[in-house]
């Protein structure tokens, strides 16, 4: 007769046959292999690191200050914060766009006047509407547009003013490192009719993220064309160079004005033939006519103190009948202090 299981047999079974699937399913689990972006050696990377981390910084500034505008002109809780900034071409960010996008070009005129692209401004219809919506009266908040939006020509001119106020921030940002004019140029309504710049030039898009009170939030991207930023980089590695030759100059000048105002001034220069040490006994009885061992050779080499600070060693000798001390050479430099 086979032998019957009890139903803690059977429950004991069953649970090291659970464990058993579990500890294989854990041995059998790949694990996630760490994927790495291809380098393109066709079109290699133009800016390092550090130029793309001014950029953020620049750009970061620029937020703040957009925050201040945004919660000034719609009255409302706004915050911008910059989530990238990313190399590319532009035909990546052109093929990006929608034939309904909007895109707003601002002229850039550089201290040297060079010609220059024109930045690139795009802002999702989502939050543009919001911000129109505002401006028009209404919350902001059930606008019924997507990102095939239309705008009608009347949402342009306000399309238009709100945008100036964010470009004519540019200028301010920018201040710290190079004085350039940025205007705003005129708003693009199909982006595939603009060639202002070349498919194939490098450019850094800024990628901003706008939150308008509670529930609406967009992206901003500002495209920043490679000769515009080839032009900038250039001048400032100019002005670096300059302000650092014209500190040079500075500290030559001054070190020369502070030697005029004090070249008149006296100082007491002193030749020490040398140092002895007696005790309190043998100076309270010294008399005229006794003589002190200075533990010096003869021709040994006095010290020319000047200001209380040795300067210069040199000889004991004559000059005009007088006791004078021949300069032979400079003290040491821990000496010379």
Same mark, same amino acid.
């Given at each position: 007769?086979?032998?019957? !299981?009890?139903?803690?047999?059977?429950?004991?079974?069953?649970?090291?046959?659970?464990?058993?699937?579990?500890?294989?399913?854990?041995?059998?689990?790949?694990?996630?292999?760490?994927?790495?972006?291809?380098?393109?050696?066709?079109?290699? &990377?133009?800016?390092? &690191?550090?130029?793309?981390?001014? !950029?953020?910084?620049?750009?970061?500034?620029?937020?703040?200050?957009?925050?201040?505008?945004?919660?000034?002109?719609?009255?409302?809780?706004?915050?911008? @914060?910059?989530?990238?900034?990313?190399?590319?071409?532009?035909? @990546?960010?052109?093929?990006?766009?929608?034939?309904? $996008?909007?895109?707003?070009?601002? &002229?850039?005129?550089?201290?040297?006047?060079?010609?220059?692209?024109?930045?690139?401004? !795009?802002?999702?219809?989502?939050?543009?509407?919001?911000?129109?919506?505002?401006?028009?009266?209404?919350?902001?908040?059930?606008? /019924?547009?997507?990102?095939?939006?239309?705008?009608?020509?009347? =949402?342009?001119?306000?399309?238009?003013?709100?945008?100036?106020?964010?470009?004519?921030?540019?200028?301010?940002?920018?201040?710290?490192?190079?004085?350039?004019?940025?205007?705003?140029?005129?708003?693009?309504?199909?982006?595939?009719?603009?060639?202002? %710049?070349?498919?194939?030039?490098?450019?850094?898009?800024?990628?901003?993220?706008?939150?308008?009170?509670?529930?609406?939030? /967009?992206?901003?991207?500002?495209?920043?064309? /490679?000769?515009?930023?080839?032009?900038?980089?250039?001048?400032? @590695?100019?002005? &670096?160079?300059?302000?650092?030759?014209?500190?040079?100059?500075?500290?030559?000048?001054?070190? =020369? =004005? %502070?030697?005029?105002?004090?070249?008149?001034?006296?100082?007491?220069?002193?030749?020490?033939?040398? *140092?002895?040490? !007696?005790?309190? $006994?043998?100076?309270?009885?010294?008399?005229?006519?006794?003589? %002190?061992?200075?533990?010096?050779?003869?021709?040994?080499?006095?010290? *020319?103190?000047?200001?209380?600070?040795?300067?210069?060693?040199?000889?004991?000798?004559?000059?005009?009948?007088?006791?004078?001390?021949?300069?032979?050479?400079?003290?040491?430099?821990?000496?010379?202090?």
């Amino acid at each position: 007769m086979a032998e019957v !299981l009890s139903q803690s047999q059977i429950d004991a079974l069953l649970h090291s046959m659970q464990n058993a699937d579990v500890e294989e399913s854990k041995v059998t689990q790949p694990q996630p292999t760490k994927t790495y972006r291809k380098y393109d050696f066709y079109s290699p &990377k133009k800016y390092t &690191k550090d130029k793309l981390k001014m !950029l953020k910084s620049i750009y970061d500034n620029y937020a703040r200050i957009a925050t201040s505008q945004i919660n000034g002109l719609f009255r409302v809780a706004s915050e911008v @914060e910059v989530i990238g900034v990313e190399e590319q071409r532009y035909y @990546e960010f052109g093929n990006a766009l929608n034939e309904t $996008d909007v895109i707003t070009l601002a &002229k850039a005129e550089l201290q040297d006047h060079s010609k220059n692209p024109p930045m690139v401004f !795009l802002i999702s219809p989502i939050l543009m509407g919001s911000m129109i919506d505002r401006l028009l009266g209404g919350t902001g908040t059930d606008t /019924g547009v997507d990102g095939s939006y239309v705008y009608t020509d009347i =949402e342009i001119a306000l399309y238009e003013s709100v945008i100036k106020h964010l470009i004519a921030i540019t200028k301010d940002v920018w201040s710290t490192y190079i004085h350039m004019d940025v205007e705003f140029g005129w708003v693009e309504e199909n982006p595939s009719m603009f060639q202002g %710049i070349s498919v194939d030039e490098t450019v850094v898009i800024v990628m901003l993220r706008i939150s308008l009170g509670e529930n609406i939030e /967009g992206a901003m991207n500002i495209c920043l064309p /490679g000769t515009l930023l080839f032009n900038i980089f250039d001048i400032i @590695e100019k002005t &670096k160079h300059l302000a650092d030759k014209d500190n040079s100059h500075m500290q030559r000048d001054n070190q =020369e =004005e %502070i030697l005029e105002s004090i070249k008149e001034s006296e100082m007491e220069v002193m030749a020490q033939l040398g *140092v002895a040490r !007696l005790n309190l $006994d043998d100076i309270y009885n010294l008399h005229v006519g006794d003589v %002190i061992d200075l533990n010096k050779p003869q021709d040994s080499a006095v010290s *020319v103190h000047v200001a209380g600070q040795p300067w210069f060693k040199g000889k004991l000798g004559v000059y005009n009948k007088n006791i004078a001390v021949k300069i032979e050479e400079r003290a040491e430099e821990k000496n010379a202090g």
